[in-house]
């Protein structure tokens, strides 16, 4: 199945703050850096984790699936979290989603499996630099010490009262994903901005 870039006529949620976003990172002197990644292909999937489906979903992805809660397993340009215990978003990079779909319904076969593409539910944001943890601590009820939300873990929860999923990328120095829905994403992105002044 052919992929689905983003077409010259889309626009992301935060197409309009790319240079407030900017403008942050160059005040922050690199101690935090704001930058939407938008149009990930992200695909949720729910199937039982110890059936059949579960491998054979895992193996056309080229990745076990995630089964310890909160954890993220990546390989390429997938990253797949763990969201329930029979719940996983899979992303993928922009336009990817319906290629990620077939292959996920193909590899479960006759398996009970509910898979739906949500590329369009949520925009990413990326946050990084040195204080980024401490930005984002001001919002969110979660310890996000490295000890307790180290690279490789993500938690649905609540930033700026907004509902998003928190993910602790595990590259050096890759901060954090914030998956927020579109409809929020203005309001959490002027927020972020807000809080991000006193490090500026």
Known sequence: MADTAPTAQQRSPLASTAHRLAAVTRSS???????ELPFLAQV????????PAADAVGLALGLQLPLEPGTVVRTGELTVL???????????????????????????????????DVSAQ??????TGHRARDLLS???AL????????PGRCAQTTLARSQVVLVARDEPRAGFWVLVRSSFAGYLTD??????????
């Open 44 to 51: 949720d999937v729910r199937l039982d984790a110890k059936g």
């Open 122 to 127: 949520r925009t990413t944001l990326l946050v």
């Open 191 to 200: 927020w972020l901005l807000d809080a991000a002044t006193e490090y500026a």
């Open 143 to 150: 310890d996000l010490h490295p000890r307790a939300f180290g």
């Open 82 to 116: 763990w969201l329930g215990p029979d719940e996983w978003l899979v992303v993928g990079r922009p336009g990817t989603q319906r290629d990620l779909e077939s292959r996920i319904r193909s590899a479960a076969g006759d398996e009970p499996v509910s898979v739906c």
């Open 138 to 140: 001001h919002g969110c």
């Open 29 to 35: 002197g690199g101690a935090i850096r704001l930058a």
